[in-house]
Structures are given as structure tokens and as C-alpha cells.
């Protein structure tokens, strides 16, 4: 049976006249891997640290498993794993001292405490450095150690805040299959990040920001699906490029992308195959000397790009 873990209803968050949260609601559903994308700016880190219970709301509400984050942080506090940006990284104590402080904070004892953080020092693969400094860890070392830390007293949720910035392809990838392990173990799953590409594998869905408002809720397909640009086919003909151009501007419903002296892209505002495969053949059949013809997939990326001026065109985004 499906249940929602977190419930955000109508958050406004302002710093002086900046809005930087809106008026944000959404449902994750437990089990949900969810990838929350916004560009510089954009709220995700304001958002976050309100499900966190680190900010409180100007309006709105959060529910964590059906306790109020407003109302009762501390219940909320234990049903989330909180991995920020960059974490305190403290002098002189090793990973296993700073990973047995928040054992004893989280009331682990004796032996029970002891086994808790092998569990988490071996899920996170840092058993061997548990002896290094924290301070001196590589970034990738430090977001395991601060992700074990978060999985301590086993939350239930888990926000991560851009936890794969500055990781190389290699801690990127065991972040990756970290992420994945956790999801199956049934953990309700939040992360940020401005870069589309490094979450769209691994998440169920995605919700985008973008100054402060939820644009899109849903998973990629979708979203390639509901952008307006719906097919881009890239063309080379013998002809003089201009002849492209000029057929182009006598045929409503294609655009021109790129022109060069080979071809240029093909944008069809309605992508039906119908409609592709007839403009196609009237191309032809019209004298251009086509020797070329390639479909593109439309990326998630240019169908954010397409989605952001989409919203723009409607106005839906306010200065
Ligand atoms: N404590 C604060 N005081 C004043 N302004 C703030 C504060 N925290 C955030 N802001 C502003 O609110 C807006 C949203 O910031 P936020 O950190 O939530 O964005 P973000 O999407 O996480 O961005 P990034 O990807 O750069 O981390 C920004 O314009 C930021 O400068």
C-alpha cells in the first residue's frame, strides 16, 4: 500500500523582499528515489533545510511520516538522515570518534553501539580510514563519512543535499550504487542537484524548481513527452543552405535550428511520426537534395530548457 512520506503543502520561505520559496507543495511516496532540480538559486537548499526542521516556513506545512516537522521537529528529526553540502568537518577527531559522538547522541550503547557503526563503516566503505581525520578526508571520503552518519539511527527518509557536487566519475558512480542499495531496502529518498543528467538514472521522479515554484512533478519520459519541441531531425543536403532556409519559412509547423553550410536542425512544434514522415517527403519531393537525414532524441536537459520557456511564455514565473 502506497503512503506518503513527505507531505509539503503551500512553503513560503523570504529572506527580507528575496522570495526564495514560493509556494512549494508536493507527495513522495515511500520507497521513492526522487531527484529535486533547480539551477543556482533556485530554492532547493531553502526547501530542504525546511523538511529538515533547520528552517522554519513563513507559511505551509511539512509532514514526515505523518508527523508535523513545525509541530514536533524532534519526532520528524528521527525519521530523517540529513546530508548537507559540506559538513563540519571537526579537527583532530578520526571518522570512527566522529561516528561514535553521534552513536551516543542517537543513545546507541555498549555493544549495540559498537555493531552500529561497523554496519554503517562497512556500508559506506570507510573501515579502513576509520583512523584518518575528518578534516583531511577527500570530498568523496567526507560524503561517505557524513552519509554514514546520516544513516546512524537507520531514518527512514533521506535528504541529501547535492551530494555528488564536486565527486569524481568514480565516487559519483559508488554514490550512485550507494543510493540505489538504500532504495531497495525500502528508504524514501530526496536528493538535489542542478545537474539533470546525474540524477535522471537513479531517481523515480523529479521535480524541478525554479525560482522558488515547482515547474514539472514526474519522471524524465514524461517530461521529454511533454515538452513542446517534440521531435529535432537533423538534416545535410547538396543544395546551397539557403534553399533549406528559405523552404523552411514556407512551411509552418518546422522552425531551423543551427544553419550551416551543409543543413541545419529540423524543429517540429507537433512531433507525430505522421506529420514528420509527409514533411520528410514534401522536402523532397520539392527539389532539396537531402543526403542526410538523422533523428535526435531530445535530451532531459533541452526538455527543461523547453519546459522553462514554456513557462515563461505563460507567465507563470514571476521576477
Ligand atoms: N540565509 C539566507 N539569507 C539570505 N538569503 C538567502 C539565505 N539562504 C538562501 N538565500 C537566498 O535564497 C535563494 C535560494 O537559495 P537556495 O540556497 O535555497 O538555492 P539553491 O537552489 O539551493 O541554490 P544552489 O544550487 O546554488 O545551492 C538564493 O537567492 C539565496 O541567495
Known sequence: MSQVMISVRGL??????????????????????????????????TTMRMIATLE?????EVHICGEDAIDDPNAVRSKIGWVPDEFGRYQNMTIYEYLDFFARAFDYRDQERLNRIQEVMDFTGVTD?????????????GQRVCLGRALLHDPEVLLMDEP?????????????????????????????????SELSE??????????????????????KRGAKEGVCI???????????????EMNPGVRLLDLNN?????????????????????????????????REEKTLESAFVDLLNQAEDKELLTP
Open 164 to 196: 555528488a557536487a564536486g565527486l569524481d566519475p568514480k565516487a559519483r558512480m559508488e554514490l550512485k550504487s550507494l543510493i540505489r542499495i538504500l532504495a531497495e531496502e525500502g528508504k524514501t529518498i530526496f536528493i538535489s542537484s542542478h545537474i539533470l
Open 56 to 60: 522554519t516556513p513563513d507559511a505551509g
Open 12 to 45: 513560503k520561505r523570504s529572506f527580507g523582499k528575496l522570495e526564495a520559496v514560493k509556494d512549494v507543495s508536493f507527495d513522495i511516496q515511500r520507497g521513492q528515489v526522487v531527484g529535486f532540480i533547480g539551477a543556482n538559486g533556485a530554492g532547493k537548499t
Open 262 to 294: 551543409k543543413g541545419g536542425r529540423l524543429i517540429f512544434d507537433e512531433g507525430s511520426d505522421e506529420l514528420v514522415a509527409e514533411t520528410l517527403k514534401r522536402m523532397i519531393n520539392e527539389g532539396l537534395q537531402v543526403i542526410e537525414f538523422n
Open 234 to 248: 537533423k538534416v545535410k543536403v547538396l543544395n546551397d543552405s539557403k534553399v533549406l532556409e528559405e523552404w523552411v
Open 129 to 141: 580510514l576509520k583512523d584518518r581525520f575528518i578534516d583531511k578526508l577527500s570530498k568523496g571520503q
Open 202 to 223: 537513479i531517481c523515480d521522479t523529479m521535480i524541478f524548481l525554479e525560482q522558488g515554484q515547482v515547474l514539472h512533478h514526474g519522471g524524465a519520459e514524461e517530461l
